[in-house]
């Protein structure tokens, strides 16, 4: 995998996995506060899931992108089956939007380097992991056939994620992970861990702050009152202009240099200046 890109720019993107029922709301609130989002939808799931046409109501802030048919983790299952699983999931996800599904997130975060392989013949532009604590731009994967970008992310809207993402740190020995956990994790709620790491992306003047979850985790955890006031916040922090809000699809557009990038999100109040491309550092 190539080196890490650094953005010119702050950018706010969030991704929510698995594609329960509970998903509409945090839509709702994703489309009241003018962030954006892009939701992994599987076809099968043990919570349940509502189909892709119910997210059609929302703008283009809200976005779909694939998770597999049946929820598996690609580590675990042959290859064939796991080729199947990336290639109809996209399938299924174009035959609802009709629209190009450019982004893919392989459950559970198990895969190997064989998968993004994969995942670049299915015709996707980019997949997000659960890396953690991570303030990195989409990182360019060295694929001959198509511009490919893996996304780690920054924080999980869960309660005491902190220490268990530590983990996830140590294992891929990420330095500025675990600095930024020092910083940003240790004794804090996801929220203040959010905010934390925009304020060290808003100082430095780039980076993309991730947020994910399962909307079925925020129900069983009562953590509507957070996601609403960290919504809040982020909303508060795109108004003034510090970031820019994106889904998962238009942050991977932007580092391709996509011409058509998506502009802002319809629903933001307040207008500001064009996406610049993402470009590399080094
Ligand atoms: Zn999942």
Redo the contacts with the bound molecule.
């Keep these: 995998m190539g080196a890490s890109r650094v953005t010119p720019g702050v950018y706010i993107t969030t991704s929510w996995?698995?594609g329960h029922p509970c998903d509409l709301r945090i839509a709702q609130l994703l489309e009241r506060y003018g962030l954006a989002g892009t939701f992994y939808v599987p076809r099968e799931h043990p919570e349940g899931t509502i189909p892709p046409s119910r997210y059609a109501t929302f703008g283009p802030s809200v976005e779909l992108g694939a998770?597999t048919i049946h929820?598996e983790a690609l580590a675990w299952i042959d290859d064939a089956r796991a080729r199947r699983e990336i290639a109809e999931s996209k399938d299924w996800i174009e035959q609802h939007t009709g629209t190009h599904c450019p982004v893919f997130c392989p459950?559970?975060g198990k895969f190997h380097r064989r998968h993004l392989d994969m995942m670049v013949d299915a015709g996707f532009d980019g997949a997000r992991t659960v890396e953690a604590w991570s303030l990195d731009a989409p990182r360019p994967y060295a694929n001959p056939h198509r511009a490919f970008h893996v996304m780690p992310t920054t924080v999980q809207a869960y309660p005491n994620v902190a220490l268990g993402n530590l983990r996830n740190v140590i294992k891929r020995r990420s330095l500025c992970g675990l600095v930024r956990f020092v910083r940003c994790g240790f004794g804090r709620d996801w929220t203040h861990s959010l905010v934390c790491s925009l304020d060290t992306a808003v100082r430095r003047g780039h980076g993309v702050v991730h947020l994910w979850g399962h909307g079925w985790e925020i129900a069983a955890q009562k953590q509507w009152p957070q996601v609403d006031a960290v919504f809040r916040e982020l909303s508060r922090r795109v108004r003034a202009r510090q970031a820019r809000a994106v889904t998962n699809g238009q942050l991977v557009a932007l580092c391709r240099g996509d011409a058509d990038a998506p502009p802002d999100a319809p629903a933001r109040p307040v207008a500001t200046p064009p996406p610049r491309p993402l470009a590399h550092a080094s």
């Design positions: 996995d698995d998770h929820h459950p559970r």
